[in-house]
């Protein structure tokens, strides 16, 4: 397990990718819109691991919501894990609350799943792992 990335809830991909490009001295990699989750993400290298900036596209995405409820700011945590469904059940026994019982495709060409923030110290953490084709 390592950390894959961290999500950032952003108002405006547009000034955000600026101000992170500023911050990190390089561009964003990919730009991918995620039509199920109602979302705009924006990708960021940072050594092995990534930042994920995201963008709400509808005012009822959970990314709406969580921006309205908490303001822009860090979203969540991801863990790329080798084999997800192991992991979920792993982490269930051990009483973690998952928020879905089967992993979903996420962007970045992985498939995902989150523990509830309830369970995790108030943090929401994703599970990732890569699609293999």
Known sequence: MKIDHIGIAVKNMEQSNALFQSLLGSAPYKQELVETEKVLTS????????????EATDPE?????YIEKKGEGVHHIAFEVEDILAEMERLQAEGFQLLQAAPKRGADNKWVAFLHPKSANGVLVELCQQIKD
């Not at 990708?43 to 995201?54: I, M």
């Open 43 to 54: 990708f960021f290298a940072v050594g092995e691991s990534k930042v994920e900036l995201l």
């Open 61 to 65: 995405s959970p990314i709406a919501k």
